[in-house]
C-alpha cells in the first residue's frame, strides 16, 4: 500500500529543534514534489515548505523563513524538515504531501490541492 509515514514531532522548548521526517512505503518518492504542512487547533492548513523532485528548489512560508530548512535523500525515500528557534506559535500537527501534478517554485506560497499522497500527521509541540 503506498502511503506517507512522518515522524520526529513532539515536545520541546521554545527555542529547541526538532527534526521531521516523511518517508514513502510502496512508491518511489524521487519524482514527486514533496511538501509540509501543518495546522494547529482552529487555524487553516499551512503550506511551510515544499522540494522538488530533485531538491534543487525549495519554497518556505514566511513562518518558516530562516528557522526551518527541508531536504531530501531519494535513496531513502525521505525528506525531511529541520524546524530551529522553534516557537508556541509552530505548535501544531505536521503532515507531509507529495504530488506529481503541483510544481514547487522558491517565493511562491506552497498550496495542497493536487496533493495525491498524504500522511497521517505528526504532532509538535513547543512548550516550556
Known amino acids: 500500500q503506498a502511503q506517507l509515514v512522518e515522524s520526529g514531532g513532539g515536545l520541546v522548548q521554545p527555542g529547541g529543534s526538532l527534526r521531521l521526517s516523511c518517508t514513502a512505503s510502496?512508491?518511489?518518492?524521487?519524482?514527486?514534489?514533496v511538501a509540509w504542512f501543518r495546522q494547529a487547533p482552529g487555524k487553516e492548513r499551512e503550506g511551510v515548505s515544499c522540494i522538488t523532485s530533485s531538491g534543487a528548489i525549495t519554497s518556505y512560508a514566511d513562518s518558516a523563513k530562516g528557522r526551518f530548512i527541508i531536504s531530501r535523500d531519494n535513496t531513502k525515500n525521505t525528506v525531511y524538515l529541520q524546524m530551529n528557534s522553534l516557537e508556541p506559535e509552530d505548535t501544531a500537527v505536521y503532515s507531509c504531501?507529495?504530488?506529481?501534478?503541483?510544481?514547487?517554485?522558491?517565493?511562491?506560497?506552497?498550496?495542497?490541492?493536487?496533493?495525491?499522497?498524504w500522511g497521517q500527521g505528526t504532532q509538535v509541540t513547543v512548550s516550556s
Open positions: 510502496g512508491f518511489t518518492l524521487n519524482s514527486y514534489v
Open positions: 504531501g507529495a504530488t506529481q501534478l503541483r510544481k514547487c517554485i522558491a517565493g511562491f506560497r506552497v498550496e495542497s490541492r493536487g496533493y495525491g499522497y
